[in-house]
């Protein structure tokens, strides 16, 4: 709520150069304001949707997700059962365990069980984890924001830069006609020449 | 001060009151809206955008795959805006036929001496002016730094299909590492790439080549501006890359001959160089 409020405010001042201002140059720094405040305001919005920049790394962003967060789980039900089994040998999970049954065999290494009940483990461990990486996909807690409006206000930065030129040499222009920036005295020398 | 004078000032403002009170009225339910954003487009994107258009980064694969139709329409608007910031600088010459010749402050040189040749102001020799203007700052900072900027402009635009960039930011970086040789480079040791004529072809040939990679993809029969690449066995990640360096090179070359112009480096009609000052 704050941040559409500065850009609400950042707006109104770049409106108020160019209404306020009489040169030229600052006029056009204006609506340069304007324009940035307008694709902050776009890229804000669009960002409200996910926490990740929209870049797949791995090809598909559902796979990672609930690889992410099997590994997650199974390195926190792993902490919880090697502390239930007395163990204090620190378990070191988190790059390694990618999958769900790497995770299951690292529980069940650190609990020094059988083979057997390593098997009962997984499937037991892969059920929950998978329905639990299915909802958290649904849910969009490893989703990415939307790039819809960042590739949209990618055009809109470079055509601000190019008619920002251009309105400086239309300024130059003026400037090299008339001799001044200012408005008003451009004005007055226009329509007071003989 | 006098109610008078209070008054006047008050009254010298009011115009930009009432309008700031207009805009803000109108803008408040645009920038105070509370509807939650649709995500079906994002959703999509997550599960079908690297299979649909052959790129990881999503945004690449909006602005060159979903809609490149789009990103063709922004580089004709780039080539109008430097065509038009060009034609205006550098035919500068002609603008001085109305005839304002006074020598206050802030006067242009007087347009009768222009067109005769001579000037009446001390201007000095063109060649001194150049030196005047390179000082030591703006040679170490800018011409060192300048093919530093370049190569990271390069990288950007290379790199764009796996990490944020691609043809336009890369471009923009290029044209900033343009001017900045431009800028610190010494007087006859300056690379071609500051050269007008050398941005001009290279961004004529850039768009050049945006055209015909989008007709490519009709002649090997999948449809305008599709990816193509699949088809024909090689990765489809290659015409991602191959749009980004295109484009990379087209907005690099436009935004830095209009830098280059700007620093009146740009040679008129005639073929000398015009705007001294």
Request: net charge neutral; proline share 4%; glycine share 14%.
């Amino acid at each position: 709520m704050i941040e559409r409020i500065a850009l609400f405010v950042l707006f109104l001042l770049g409106f108020a150069v160019i209404v306020g201002h009489k040169n030229v140059v600052k006029k056009i720094f204006g609506l340069n304001i304007i324009n940035n405040a307008a694709v902050i305001l776009f890229v804000l919005e669009g960002a409200k949707v996910g926490n990740q920049a929209p870049i797949l790394t791995t090809g598909a962003a559902v796979a990672g997700a609930a690889a992410g967060s099997a590994g997650g789980s199974g390195g926190a039900v792993a902490g919880a059962v090697a502390q239930m089994s007395g163990e204090v040998t620190p378990v070191a999970l988190a790059p390694a365990a990618g999958t769900v049954d790497s995770a299951c065999a690292a529980i069940a290494e650190a609990s020094g069980a059988g083979p057997g009940a390593a098997a009962g483990l997984t499937g037991d461990l892969a059920g929950n984890v998978a329905e639990g990486a299915n909802s958290l996909a649904n849910l969009g807690a490893f989703s990415v924001v939307d790039p819809v409006p960042q590739a949209l206000m990618l055009t809109a930065i470079v055509i601000g830069v190019c008619i920002t030129a251009l309105a400086l040499a239309l300024a130059f222009r003026l400037y090299k006609a008339t001799g001044t920036f200012d408005i008003d005295e451009m004005y007055r020398r226009i329509h007071h020449e003989p | 001060m006098t109610p008078r004078r209070v008054f006047s000032a008050l009254w010298s403002i009011l115009p930009l009151v009432i309008s700031l009170v207009a805009v803000g009225a109108i803008l408040i339910p645009i920038f105070l809206e509370s509807t939650p954003w649709p995500v079906e487009a994002r959703n999509h994107l997550e599960d079908q955008g690297v299979a649909e258009s052959g790129a990881q980064n999503l945004v690449s694969a909006v602005y060159l795959g979903y809609r490149a139709f789009d990103t063709l329409g922004e580089t004709i608007v780039l080539l109008v805006a430097v065509s038009g910031t060009i034609g205006i600088i550098a035919r500068a010459k002609g603008a001085l036929a109305k005839g304002f010749d006074r020598e206050d402050k802030g006067s242009p040189v007087p347009a009768v001496a222009l067109a005769a040749g001579t000037t009446s102001l001390s201007a000095p020799p063109p060649r001194l002016r150049r030196a005047k203007t390179r000082t030591d700052l703006l040679e170490v900072v800018t011409g060192k730094l300048g093919p530093v900027v370049l190569v990271f402009g390069f990288y950007v635009m290379l790199y764009g299909h796996l990490s944020p960039g691609g043809g336009f930011q890369g471009g923009v970086v290029i044209a900033s590492g343009i001017v900045f040789l431009a800028l610190g480079g010494k007087e006859g040791a300056s690379t071609r790439l500051t050269e007008a004529g050398v941005l001009a072809r290279l961004e004529a040939m850039a768009f050049f080549f945006l055209v015909l990679a989008a007709f490519l993809g009709m002649f090997m029969g999948s449809g305008f501006f599709t990816n193509f690449l699949a088809g024909v066995g090689l990765p489809s990640v290659g015409f991602i890359i191959l749009l980004n360096i295109i484009i990379g090179l087209k907005v690099g070359a436009g935004i830095g001959f209009m830098g280059i112009a700007m620093l009146s480096r740009v040679e008129g009609a005639k073929g000398e160089e015009v705007n001294h000052d």
